[in-house]
């Protein structure tokens, strides 16, 4: 078992910036690749960035040049640092980390993001 912890979100202006952190705990050993995805309100979770076990990163089109995404394999840690935020960044954003060798994933439980405008 993976137990994910998000800290981090909150409400922020429109061009301000927050950091978003995931600290896994558990059977750490076995995570492969982590993200982050986000879900607004009336919307389908989607794909915000992920990262490989090895640093590989993947952004949606909506986020690129704005979001950073990045691990700390010490600590088992995972973070979104999230620049020039925009009201439609709005959301609650969800760490996932997938398992080697298995279509077992994990999520944590959520943390909000508001911007205002």
């Known amino acids: 078992q993976v137990q994910l912890v998000e800290s981090g979100g909150g409400l922020v202006q429109a061009g301000e910036s927050l950091r978003l952190s995931c600290a896994a705990s558990?059977?750490?050993?076995?995570?492969?690749?982590m993200g982050w995805y986000r879900q607004a309100p009336g919307k389908r979770r989607e794909l915000v960035a992920s990262?490989?076990?090895?640093?590989?990163?993947n952004y949606a089109d909506s986020v690129k040049g704005r979001f950073t995404i990045s691990r700390d394999n010490a600590a088992n840690t995972v973070y979104l640092q999230m620049n020039g935020l925009k009201p439609e960044d709005t959301a609650v954003y969800y760490c996932n980390a997938d398992i080697w060798y298995s279509p077992v994933e994990y999520w944590g439980q959520g943390t909000q993001v508001t911007v205002s405008s």
């Open positions: 558990g059977n750490t050993a076995r995570i492969n690749g």
């Open positions: 990262i490989s076990s090895g640093g590989r990163q």
